[in-house]
């Protein structure tokens, strides 16, 4: 037996991405959203709507960074969300974060977060929301590596959101190998 919950954007898992800009002062600010992926080998895609100050500001620069939102700092990364920059214009330094200019576009790296994506602005469809990126650099904080410069999951700890329960859900334990476990069937 199945329950039918109607169409509505509800999927796992989904990844909680915080959006990093600068503002027209050369301020941070930052966002998080939830509605994301990569959309093709150089490219990741968003709904933003159009009213959130970090639109705005990539519309302005045309660059942003995408941090992967951890379990350490669950609160930080909610709050970006819950409190609007157009609103709260020094919410970044609110939520205790710090910023580190990225060397690949004009906008900040979030200090406490250990993996972004550093992004162009490609495109910005105001009627669809879908914002583009070029992903220039993936920047990894050392911490979160292993013995062989991999990244750690347990150590790097992402979360994702669950929007059946609207809970954060920290990521982890490995159930298998991609590109390995499947060929037992062939």
């Known amino acids: 037996m199945r329950k039918n919950f109607g169409a509505k954007p509800y999927t796992y898992p989904q990844p909680v991405f915080i959006i990093a800009t600068y503002g027209e002062n050369g301020m941070p600010d930052a966002m998080n959203a939830a509605w994301g992926g990569i959309s093709e080998g150089k490219e990741i895609s968003m709904c933003l709507s159009a009213g959130h100050k970090t639109v705005k500001n990539i519309l302005e620069r045309g660059a942003f960074t995408v941090s992967m ?105 490995k159930a298998g190998n991609a590109f390995r476990d499947g060929m037992a069937l062939k």
């Not at 939102?69 to 909610?78: F, G, I, L, N, P």
């Open 69 to 173: 939102a951890d379990a350490e700092h669950v609160v930080e990364c909610d709050y970006v969300g819950v409190v609007s920059g157009n609103d709260t214009p020094d919410k970044f330094a609110r939520a205790g974060f710090h910023a580190v200019k990225s060397e690949f576009v004009d906008a900040p790296l979030i200090e406490e977060l250990a993996i972004a994506v550093e992004c162009k602005l490609i495109s910005y469809d105001k009627e669809t929301c879908r914002l583009v990126g070029e992903i220039v650099n993936v920047s990894v904080d050392e911490r979160v590596l292993d013995e062989n410069g991999r990244v750690d999951v347990a150590k790097a700890a992402p979360i994702t959101f669950d929007p059946f329960n609207n809970a954060y859900i920290k990521l982890g334990e």
